[in-house]
């Protein structure tokens, strides 16, 4: 059974950083793709970053370019999401996901098939 665990959201003021993790299992993650997506309150899941099966291609939300990374281990079947600069807009539950299939739209949670359950990050003073 497929199954990702996020982690690392928490409470952080506005400038700080936070990093996300997302560990799979039940999914050897070095054949698929990864994406973070976002969803705050009232608002439609967002697509943040995504990265290729081997780590050498990764896309940004314009909202986030500059601030955030994405990165992974496959070692450790674990994908990585550093945020910095982080404003009262990035409040939301983050989620990784997996696509299926090798051809996938980074924006598009439509295209992607397995979630985790989401880690909550606010941004607040």
């Known amino acids: 059974q497929v199954q990702f665990v996020e982690s690392g959201g928490g409470l952080v003021q506005p400038g700080g950083s936070l990093r996300l993790s997302c560990a799979a299992s039940?999914?050897?993650?070095?054949?698929?793709?990864m994406g973070w997506f976002r969803q705050a309150p009232g608002k439609e899941r967002e697509g943040v970053s995504c990265?290729?099966?081997?780590?050498?291609?990764?896309k940004y939300a314009d909202s986030v370019k500059g601030r955030f990374t994405i990165s992974r281990d496959n070692a450790k079947n674990s994908v990585y999401l550093d945020m910095n600069d982080l404003n009262a807009e990035d409040t939301a539950i983050y989620y990784c996901?997996?696509?299926?299939?090798?051809?996938?739209?980074?924006?598009?949670?439509?295209?992607?098939?397995?979630w985790g359950q989401g880690t909550q990050v606010t941004v607040s003073s």
């Open positions: 990265i290729t099966s081997s780590g050498d291609v990764t």
């Open positions: 039940g999914f050897t993650q070095s054949y698929y793709a």
């Open positions: 996901a997996a696509p299926v299939g090798s051809s996938y739209d980074c924006s598009d949670s439509a295209d992607f098939d397995w």
